[in-house]
C-alpha cells in the first residue's frame, strides 16, 4: 500500500470551518486477563523504563537548552496557528461559552503570540495574563498593545515556575500545552504547577481531559524508504544508523487506509484533578486485527476535550480526523508481523520522561503475537526527543 509523500510539510488543512465536535472511530477494549497471561511472558510490567541498550546520537544534549529559544521564532507559530483544527477549536470554545470568561481573572500558560489571551479579553475576561518565557514574550506585548487590550491583558516574561503573578488566585487556566505524542515537551507539568499555585478552588482548566490511544498499521513502503535504507547505502552497510533510527518516534500524517487494527485507549488524563506523576504509566493493549495483513507501525494519535463547555467540544490528532501539526506518531516495530482478521496483538507501553532531559519521552514498547503465521514476543525501547 502506498504511503505518505512530502512527510515534512505540514499537512494541516486550512478549511476555517469550526472542530466544536468531534469524532473519532475509536474501540476502547479491555485486555482480557486470561488471553494477556497467555500470549505475554509476563502480565506483570515494571512500571519503570529500564535504559535501552542502544543509545542515540547526541542523547547528552538536552532538549530543555533549546525548547525555550525554538519558541522565539516565527514559523513555528505559524504552524500552530494556521492549524485551524486547533486554534478555531480554541477560539470556539471561548467565544461560545463566554460565561465561563466574562468577568473572570485568566491565566494563560505558555501564551506564544497571545492569541488565547485575547480572545479570553474579547470574550469579556476581568484581565488575562499571560506567560511566555521565550523571546516571543515581547511580540505578544506589541501584539497586545496594537489590539487595544493592554489595559486587560498583561504580558509576563519568564518560566511559570519562576514568575510572580500580581494577584493571589486565578479563575481560569488556559493553555495549548500538548506535544506530539501528547507529553513530548512535558509542558503539562508547567500546567499542573499552576493549576496547584494559582487556581481557585472551583477554578477550571482548559482543556480539562487528554486522552491518548494506540492502532496499529502497514507501512512496508515507507519502512523501507526511512529504516531499510541504511542496510545498504550504495553498497555500503550503515545498519549501526538503521538501529538507531528504529529508536527515534516519527511524526508524520498516517493514511487512515493503512489502519489494520481497532484502536486502543490508553490513557485518559483529568487535567483538572491529576498529580504531575501521572503522566507517567504503564497501559495494556490488544489491538484486534480488521482484516488480513502486514503490521510494520504502531501509530499513538489523542484527543483533547473541553467538558466545561454548553457543548461538549474538542478534537481529535488521529488518522480518520483532520489534520493537525501534530499529525501522529508512528513507531516502527523490528518485526514485520503477518496477522490475519481477529487475531490480536497484545502487550503494553510504559510511558516516562527522560531521567536526564524530562523536555524528553522515553517509551517501552511489550508486544506479541501468537497467530497462525506469526507468532512473536519482544521488547522495544523508543526515544522522542
Known amino acids: 500500500m502506498g504511503r505518505r509523500k512530502n512527510s515534512n510539510k505540514s499537512s494541516t488543512s486550512n478549511n476555517n470551518n469550526s472542530s466544536t465536535n468531534f469524532d ?46 525554538s519558541y522565539s521564532h516565527f514559523g513555528i507559530h505559524e504552524e500552530m496557528l494556521k492549524d485551524t483544527v486547533r486554534t478555531k477549536t480554541y477560539q470556539n470554545v471561548i467565544y461560545q461559552n463566554t460565561f465561563l470568561f466574562r468577568n473572570k481573572v485568566v491565566l494563560d500558560v505558555g501564551a506564544g503570540t497571545g492569541i488565547l489571551s485575547l480572545f479570553c479579553a474579547k470574550a469579556g475576561a476581568k484581565h488575562v495574563y499571560a506567560i511566555e518565557c521565550s523571546h516571543m514574550a515581547d511580540m505578544a506585548k506589541e501584539i497586545v498593545k496594537a489590539n487595544g487590550f493592554s489595559n486587560v491583558i498583561t504580558v509576563l ?52 481531559r487528554a486522552s491518548l490511544y494506540l492502532t496499529a498499521i502497514e507501512d512496508a513502503e515507507y519502512k523501507e524508504d526511512k529504516i531499510d535504507f541504511w542496510n545498504n547505502v550504495y553498497g555500503f552497510n550503515m545498519a549501526c544508523i538503521r538501529k538507531q533510527s528504529m529508536m527515534e518516534p516519527l511524526v508524520d500524517t498516517v493514511d487512515q487506509n493503512q489502519i489494520v487494527t481497532n484502536c486502543q485507549l490508553l490513557k485518559t ?24 495483513d502486514f503490521i510494520h507501525a504502531l501509530v499513538a494519535y489523542f484527543d483533547v476535550t473541553f467538558t466545561k463547555c454548553h457543548k ?30 481477529g487475531e490480536a496483538l497484545v502487550g503494553s507501553m510504559t510511558v516516562a520522561p527522560n531521567k536526564k532531559n524530562p523536555r524528553d519521552v522515553d517509551i517501552m514498547l511489550k508486544y506479541s503475537l501468537k497467530g497462525q503465521r506469526c507468532q512473536v514476543s519482544r521488547t522495544q525501547h523508543y526515544k522522542m526527543r
Open 24 to 69: 473519532h472511530q475509536v474501540t476502547n477494549m479491555s485486555v482480557d486477563d486470561g488471553d494477556f497471561e497467555e500470549t505475554m511472558e509476563s502480565s506483570v510490567f515494571d512500571d519503570s523504563i529500564s535504559e535501552p541498550d542502544e543509545t542515540l546520537l547526541g542523547s547528552d544534549q538536552t532538549s530543555a537548552d533549546y525548547y525555550f529559544d
Open 312 to 341: 461538549l467540544t474538542g478534537f481529535s490528532t488521529g488518522p480518520r480526523s483532520r489534520a493537525t501539526h501534530w499529525k501522529q506518531t508512528v513507531l516502527y516495530l523490528e518485526d514485520v508481523l503477518t496477522i490475519c482478521e
Open 269 to 292: 488524563m483529568d487535567i483538572s484533578k491529576m498529580a504531575p506523576g501521572d503522566a507517567s504509566f504503564t497501559a495494556p493493549f490488544k489491538l484486534v486485527a480488521e482484516r488480513n
Open 157 to 208: 516574561k519568564g518560566k511559570v515556575e519562576e514568575i510572580v503573578l500580581p494577584i493571589a488566585k486565578v479563575d481560569v487556566i488556559i493553555s495549548e500545552w500538548m506535544g506530539y505524542f501528547l507529553l513530548f515537551e512535558n509542558m503539562l507539568n508547567t500546567v499542573l504547577y499552576a493549576r496547584d499555585k494559582w487556581l481557585i478552588n472551583d477554578g477550571i482548566v482548559l482543556p480539562d
